[in-house]
């Protein structure tokens, strides 16, 4: 049976214009990362990842939300090991191209800050360290809180598609199960709920959410909402292939703040999960809280967000430092 993360305490730090926010965070399972892990063997690494990941946000907004999507999704099952990122084989099938990875993207962007590390330090920043520290300093961009995250992770050699499904929630699945899934790696409700304010920022697809509207509209959204997702989806069965999407927050789409939570409360969650955690009493208090304080929202999402990072990492001589962020390293012939 696996065990449970316990609190301990952590400072979250005011850097790059970040906002500060403190959290309490012990997690055993995480034993074996510190904080700045890299200061001997590659002293610049964090700065080369924020200036990258500064780089391709100018560029690129939407990376933003991929790097928070990618520390979710791989740290999430079963071990933040970068496995999110392999290829798939001719015998193994990835966990990129799993459902419950629909949408998912940007993933050459992670190729490109991992180049930019190995011409510094060649060999020693591992892939699932990139995953955390890109999504760390993507949550500053996007207007959030800084997180000083530990690294010292290494990188898992397979792919784990086969419990992608067993560990990972689903939109349309109850309360009572998103709250049990969670709790496998020690997140409680008031974590559950700030890291559902990611939905703050982002898009989503319609294929994701026409059977809201189709065939007939859940009387529980918003009547006015409803106009605009349904021009925004005017299909019953959307083209997956096609770019189809409604914004999670039409007001602030492109910051991480609370307005997801006032929404909400408008009856304007465009997922069941996020409907949900108005309509369930375990939730719907945490919800009216996060709404009227932001410092609250961030300080819960800052210690979910600390604990999915340390979820069962891969350290010390297990895994490798992958070469590739895509393929893991080719078995040297003895």
């Not at 959030?144 to 397979?158: A, E, F, Q, S």
């Amino acid at each position: 049976m696996r065990k449970l993360p316990i609190l301990l305490v952590a400072l979250l730090l005011c850097i790059n214009g970040g906002i500060s926010v403190s959290a309490e965070i012990e997690n055993p399972r995480g034993s074996g990362l510190s904080l700045n892990y890299y200061r001997d063997s590659c002293p610049q690494a964090e700065d080369v990842i924020r200036e990258q990941v500064q780089l391709l946000y100018k560029r690129h907004k939407n990376t933003a939300f991929s790097w928070l999507r990618n520390i979710f999704h791989d740290c999430f099952v079963e071990s933040c090991d970068a496995s999110l990122l392999l290829d798939s084989t001719r015998r193994v099938l990835s966990e990129k191209e799993n459902d419950r990875s629909f949408g998912m993207r940007n993933f050459r962007y992670i190729e490109t800050i991992k180049e930019a590390i190995e011409r510094e330090c060649p060999g020693v920043v591992s892939c699932a360290d990139i995953v955390v520290l890109s999504a760390r300093d993507a949550i500053v961009s996007l207007g959030g809180p800084y997180i000083p995250l530990k690294t010292g992770r290494r990188d898992g050699r397979k792919s784990r598609v086969d419990v992608v499904q067993h560990f990972l929630p689903d939109h349309n699945e109850s309360m009572n199960a998103v709250l049990q899934r969670f709790a496998g790696i020690g997140i409680d409700a008031p974590g559950v709920v700030a890291l559902l304010g990611a939905h703050s920022v982002g898009r989503t697809h319609c294929a994701k959410l026409v059977h809201r509207l189709y065939p007939e509209v859940d009387p529980a959204l918003d009547p006015l909402h409803v106009h605009h997702m349904l021009r925004k989806c005017p299909d019953p069965i959307p083209d997956p292939k096609a770019v189809q999407y409604v914004r999670n927050d039409r007001g602030t789409p492109m910051k991480l703040d609370n307005n997801y939570y006032k929404n909400l409360l408008q009856n304007r969650g465009l997922l069941i999960v996020d409907h949900q955690l108005v309509t369930d009493k375990r939730t719907k208090g945490i919800v009216k809280k996060m709404a009227k304080s932001e410092k609250y929202f961030f300080e819960e999402f800052a210690k979910a967000i600390t604990i999915l990072s340390e979820n069962n990492p891969l350290t010390g001589d297990k895994g490798e430092i992958r070469e590739q962020c895509n393929v893991a390293n080719k078995k040297k012939v003895r």
